[in-house]
């Protein structure tokens, strides 16, 4: 009898990864093939080659969906369309009985592919209203899942449902004095988490160090600053930096009192999950199409975290806005203890293959 198996996708930042890589257990425990398709060089390759060699990752061709003018706007609708025939050409030859797509640009290729070999789809959409990608993969998807109830009315509500956020298990097991042991921190003064996402934040990064004898008088600081940011030859007591971590992360939140963080959904959703306050400072509208805002504002309306402006970041006192937030932690972290608990991996994947052929 065949092995059934079960396609996963999206890629591009590590936001577009993480579910993927909380269902994967799941679906091998069930006794599914796992395979991911994603791009030749996108961060998701390495992920699942590093989290997950039990999963047959292909790779294939996608373009770049850019809001902005470039000569490569013309040449990589032949790349996705290059990418769809690939993907045509995997799905045809696994067979799978369902596809999950988590979005990013290397997805559309997938889904397209997956309308065109009659294989059912599973979109799912992490922030406030969907993201390019996914816009253009909603079409060709069977289901659609939201993490947030608002999202439904840019959706087709047909097959569209709210389904909530997933957050990595291995987050709740996360070992404060293993953190700190491995950071070289103590408990003596608070510890401060920055993160950037997986490609990193200039703002962020250099203001926080422009700060840092300031803040290391008060707070010690273990920053995620994304690939190729780490600035050589800079130790100092109290202040470690990382590119980006994947198994020591759980640890590495465990050792943080607080966070500062841009505001992709499941960034903030896993800070919820595990009751870390927050101060938000997401990616500038001239930067993006606006999601991080979006998001950042609907999570400080609801009492669960504060916001600042890229642009206000930038030109205040990094020093006062720690300050701010710890005086804040009691608030923040009454509203957070009455959040609803998120979905399992487990639902969510027994959910995902309740749509499959």
Same mark, same amino acid.
């Given at each position: 009898m065949k092995q059934p198996v079960v396609v996963l996708t999206g890629g591009g930042t590590a936001g577009h990864v993480s579910v993927n890589q909380a269902l994967i257990p799941v679906f091998l425990d069930k006794g599914y093939s796992v395979h991911y398709i994603g791009s030749h060089e996108g961060i998701e390759k390495e992920l699942i080659a590093e989290g997950h060699p039990e999963v047959v990752y292909h790779a294939i061709q996608s373009g770049k969906l850019r809001r902005y003018f470039s000569m490569k706007n013309f040449t990589d609708p032949f790349r996705v369309g290059a990418g769809t025939l690939q993907a045509l050409a995997i799905l045809r030859k696994v067979k799978p009985e369902i596809i999950f797509s988590k979005g990013g640009f290397v997805s559309v290729p997938v889904v397209m592919a997956a309308k065109l070999a009659n294989v059912?789809?599973?979109? #799912?959409?992490?922030?406030?209203?969907?993201?390019?990608?996914?816009?253009?993969?909603? +079409? *060709?998807?069977? @289901?659609? *899942?939201?993490? &947030?109830? @608002?999202?439904? @009315?840019?959706?087709?509500?047909? %097959?569209?449902?709210?389904?909530?956020?997933i957050i990595r298990p291995e987050l709740f097991m996360g070992d404060r004095e293993e953190g700190l042991r491995r950071t070289g921190l103590n408990s003596e003064k608070p510890v401060f988490i920055i993160m950037g996402g997986s490609q990193g934040s200039a703002v962020l990064n250099e203001a926080v160090r422009n700060e840092l004898p300031d803040l290391l008088k008060k707070y010690q600081i273990i920053h995620l600053c994304g690939k190729g940011n780490v600035v050589e030859g800079l130790s100092v007591a109290g202040y470690v930096q990382y590119e980006y971590v994947t198994d020591e992360l759980p640890d590495l939140l465990a050792a943080a009192d607080y966070a500062i963080s841009r505001a992709g959904?499941?960034?903030?959703?896993?800070?919820?999950?595990? #009751?870390?306050?927050? =101060? =938000?400072?997401?990616?500038?509208?001239? %930067?993006?199409?606006?999601?991080?805002?979006?998001?950042? %504002?609907? &999570?400080?309306?609801?009492?669960?975290? =504060? @916001?600042?402006?890229?642009?206000?970041?930038?030109?205040?006192?990094?020093?006062?806005? &720690?300050?701010?937030?710890?005086?804040?932690?009691?608030?923040? =972290?009454?509203?957070?203890?009455?959040?609803?608990? +998120?979905?399992? +991996?487990?639902?969510?994947?027994?959910?995902i293959l309740s749509f499959q052929k």
């Open positions: 059912p789809v599973v979109v #799912h959409e992490s922030d406030v209203t969907p993201g390019l990608a996914n816009k253009l993969a909603l +079409p *060709f998807s069977s @289901q659609i *899942f939201t993490v &947030f109830e @608002q999202t439904l @009315q840019y959706v087709p509500t047909a %097959k569209s449902m709210c389904t909530g956020p959904s499941n960034a903030i959703f896993e800070l919820l999950a595990i #009751h870390k306050p927050m =101060l =938000l400072v997401p990616l500038a509208a001239s %930067k993006s199409r606006g999601d991080q805002i979006l998001n950042a %504002k609907y &999570f400080a309306s609801k009492g669960l975290a =504060l @916001q600042i402006e890229e642009e206000q970041f930038e030109v205040q006192s990094v020093t006062e806005q &720690f300050d701010r937030l710890m005086k804040e932690k009691a608030r923040l =972290l009454s509203n957070i203890e009455k959040t609803t608990e +998120p979905k399992t +991996p487990e639902k969510m994947a027994e959910l």
